[in-house]
């Protein structure tokens, strides 16, 4: 509403208060000089009475016609009296008392539909305003106007325009950091990589007890070749140094898996990991992860149960999918006993697909649950294990096709992890 509408409200809401209060007292004073007048004619007619006893009858009649105030002469003003001075009242006052009440409380109540549908119009447009804001609409400029919403539509408009520099700012900074975290993970690359054939061609020289005993024309072949000249003929260094072999290609091994996540961190946080999502069948995804980890549950004397619980699509991409529900199977794997189970199980209702991974063990820390889909954050009881990237992953992979995945602990002890893929 604009200034010129405050006024014409102001105007309206005072016109009809005017109304209401001067059609009240019209009312009152008409039933006061109604009960005057009456007085005034009951003393009359019991003067007459007393002084003309036999005139009783006739003036009882005349009441009883009430045509005695209906004449258009009067015989008072012959001698000298005023309407004012006995003040006879017009039943027609009363009724126009109540007319005049009634419209003004009309016009009162119109006053305030008006003023009602103003304000709701205005309200309906802020709020069509932030709800294009919320979608993603764009367009920050909103009509300017001049009301009692004025300071509101200005607050509102600060915040929006607040809030979308902070998401630039926002975007920005991700985009910088996805940048940075791929070139870390590419400059990885080329030293594991190197060190990593390094440590296969010692190995090889070290197994190897007819290679040819000159000095390679690099550094890491000169080193080779000494090292094999000097643990040649002594048995215990050279189980030694097989042993720090492997320690080193675990570690290289534990890098190289670092780097694959780096890179997987920065596609996701870019926005440039492409899913290929389609009708999927939850039972192939938990089947072939589960195939892809058969060797480490083997080693780790933990089984895994698949159970096949009919045919149940979900709109995802196979193979990231397969690669969340791996991370979950590894953790409960990790968790587990020796000789006990890791259990899968699915569902479908008319909202969601709903898949549960979980372990035989202990459970989860109580506080490690606010935690676990952190990046980098590992447990107390995962501290020397790991590198706290596996849950995160499967996090955004599940989040990116309309999912959600919540981790608790089962009552009868255990760790599970419950994920949902709405259909909708």
């Given at each position: ?9 102001t ?133 300017s ?86 643990v ?15 320690d ?30 389609k ?7 938990l ?35 397969m ?6 199977m ?47 954050y ?13 849950l ?13 995945i ?19």
């Open positions: 509403m604009s200034k010129n509408s405050n006024i014409k409200m105007v309206l809401f005072a016109l009809s208060v005017s109304l209401i209060v001067a059609s009240i007292i019209t009312f009152f004073l008409t039933l006061y000089c109604r009960h005057a007048c009456f007085r005034i004619l009951g003393g009359f007619c019991e003067k007459v009475i007393q002084k003309y006893p036999d005139s009783r009858q006739n003036i009882f009649d005349l009441l009883k016609t009430q045509d005695f105030y209906k004449s258009d002469e009067n015989i008072l003003t012959a001698f000298g009296y005023e309407p004012s001075n006995l003040a006879i009242v017009s039943p027609l006052l009363l009724w126009i008392a109540i007319l005049g009440f009634f419209a003004g409380g009309a016009l009162f109540l119109l006053s305030f539909w008006y003023w009602h549908r103003k304000s709701a119009v205005r309200i309906q447009a802020l709020t069509e305003y932030l709800e294009k804001i919320n979608t993603g609409g764009q367009g920050l400029l909103f009509p106007s001049d009301d009692e919403f004025s300071k509101l539509q200005d607050e509102i408009y600060k915040t929006v325009t607040m809030l979308y520099q902070t998401r630039e700012e926002a975007l920005t900074a991700r985009d910088n950091f996805a940048e940075n975290l791929s070139n870390i993970a590419h400059q990885l690359k080329t030293p594991i990589t190197s060190i990593s054939l390094t440590i296969q061609m010692a190995k090889e020289h070290l197994g190897d007890t007819h290679a040819v005993e000159t000095p390679q024309k690099h550094v890491a072949g000169a080193y080779l070749y000494a090292t094999k000249q000097a040649r003929g002594n048995s215990s260094i050279a189980c030694k140094m097989h042993a720090n072999m492997k080193i290609e675990r570690q290289i091994n534990r890098l190289m898996h670092l780097e694959e996540a780096l890179l997987l961190l920065s596609r996701i946080d870019a926005g440039t990991l492409a899913l290929n999502r009708p999927t069948d939850v039972y192939t995804i089947s072939l992860a589960s195939d892809n980890l058969y060797e480490l549950f083997t080693q780790k004397s933990v089984l895994i149960d698949v159970p096949e619980m009919g045919e149940i699509d979900i709109f995802a991409d196979l193979d990231w999918t690669e969340a529900f791996m991370n979950l590894k953790n409960c794997m990790e968790a587990a006993k020796k000789d006990t189970t890791v259990h899968c199980s699915y569902e479908k209702n008319p909202l969601y697909v709903q898949i549960r991974i979980w372990d035989e063990g202990e459970g989860f820390a109580k506080e490690d649950l606010p935690y676990l889909f952190e990046r980098f590992r447990g107390e009881k995962a501290k020397y294990t790991g590198i706290g990237i596996g995160s992953l499967s996090k955004a992979i599940i989040e990116m096709q309309n999912g959600i919540r981790a608790f602990n089962l009552p009868n002890g255990g760790a599970c992890f419950e994920i949902r893929f709405y259909t909708s």
